[in-house]
């Protein structure tokens, strides 16, 4: 079976080509300019644009599941870069995966928090483009899944590894309401379990499920605690309730927007950081067979090793 992945040299995209590999499956790892740390020499890498259709049209040939992970994930930034990417790139990618009647195209979104207002592109692109894949489903019959991670952390995470711990080293790290929102953890093993499993399960099309490692007790300030004594840092003392940062939030957006400053702070992470929406993985074990395998203390162990491995430590 051959499979065609985008956003390759991404933190879930690199994890998934290497699984995929390992599975038994050919596959074609597209990248749009920044090639992944490690290459594997049996996987095909091929470069384009998934905005320009001509740029990937010669790599759908005989591909039997597209992976789509790649998109502009900052939660700021101009508002024309994440439609063109999120939404427009994405119909590109069904309106070539149904010319060559693919098997299965598996895409990549986000979970849902307490609200649906957001003042993140990101978050928008991503919604419209659910609407629009369910609707090919339900119009065309298109064969989507669509995998909403939470949080997804462990060796090589950027968004919620690298970054955090380059705030706490650089002492610019402030806690939400002093850290009881729900760390939505999903170790990277785990959610690559799951998009394996979306594949083998043919008959399971136009859905959306919601994968983390099922837990909704742990909290952002047990996990900052957690990464922050890897480091042997002190403990994160700094708090500031939910409605100051928000509107600390507005007010870097708005320096972004004029001076282009970028913003240590906004609104899509103080929604994150401050959730208390808790999310089930009921769905994702009746319909795919979704068992986390790897815990919150496993996890934790194997990304301090592999940070230990990568003199990341201090």
């Not at 010669?58 to 992976?67: E, G, K, Q, R, T």
């Not at 010319?99 to 990549?108: D, R």
């Not at 047990?222 to 890897?230: G, Q, W």
Request: some cysteine; hydrophobic content about 35%; glycine content about 6%.
């Amino acid at each position: 079976m051959k499979c065609l992945v985008t956003g390759a040299a991404g933190f879930i995209g690199n994890n998934l080509i290497n699984r995929l590999l390992k599975e038994g499956y050919e596959v074609t790892a597209l990248i749009y300019n920044n090639k992944p740390k490690y290459i594997e020499k049996n996987i095909k890498y091929v470069t384009g644009d998934i905005t320009n259709i001509n740029t990937i049209k010669p790599y759908f040939n005989d591909i039997d599941y597209v992976f789509h992970c790649a998109a502009i994930v900052k939660d700021y930034g101009p508002k024309k870069l994440f439609f063109q990417v999120n939404l427009e790139g994405t119909k590109n990618l069904v309106n070539l995966s149904e010319q060559h009647k693919i098997k299965k195209f598996v895409y990549l979104s986000h979970i849902r928090y307490e609200s649906d207002r957001s003042h993140s592109f990101y978050s928008k692109t991503k919604q419209l483009a659910e609407e629009y894949l369910l609707e090919k489903y339900k119009v065309d019959k298109f064969p989507v899944i669509i995998i909403r991670p939470g949080n997804v952390y462990g060796p090589g995470a950027t968004t919620w590894l690298i970054r955090p711990l380059e705030s706490i080293k650089k002492n610019r790290i402030y806690l939400i309401d002093n850290g009881q929102g729900i760390f939505q953890h999903t170790y990277i093993d785990n959610l690559i379990d799951a998009i394996i499993l979306s594949i083998k399960k043919p008959e399971i099309t136009g859905e959306i499920i919601d994968i983390t490692d099922g837990d909704n007790t742990t909290n952002w300030k047990e996990y900052f605690e957690a990464i922050t004594s890897m480091i042997g840092k002190p403990n994160i003392k700094r708090s500031m309730s939910r409605r100051t940062a928000y509107i600390i939030s507005l007010f870097m957006i708005g320096l972004n927007k004029v001076f282009k400053i970028e913003p240590w702070i906004t609104p899509m992470a103080v929604q994150i950081l401050s959730n208390k929406n808790k999310i089930s993985i009921e769905k994702a074990k009746k319909l795919l067979g979704y068992f986390p395998k790897i815990n919150l203390q496993e996890g934790l162990k194997i990304t301090e090793e592999w940070l230990e491995k990568e003199n990341l430590i201090c």
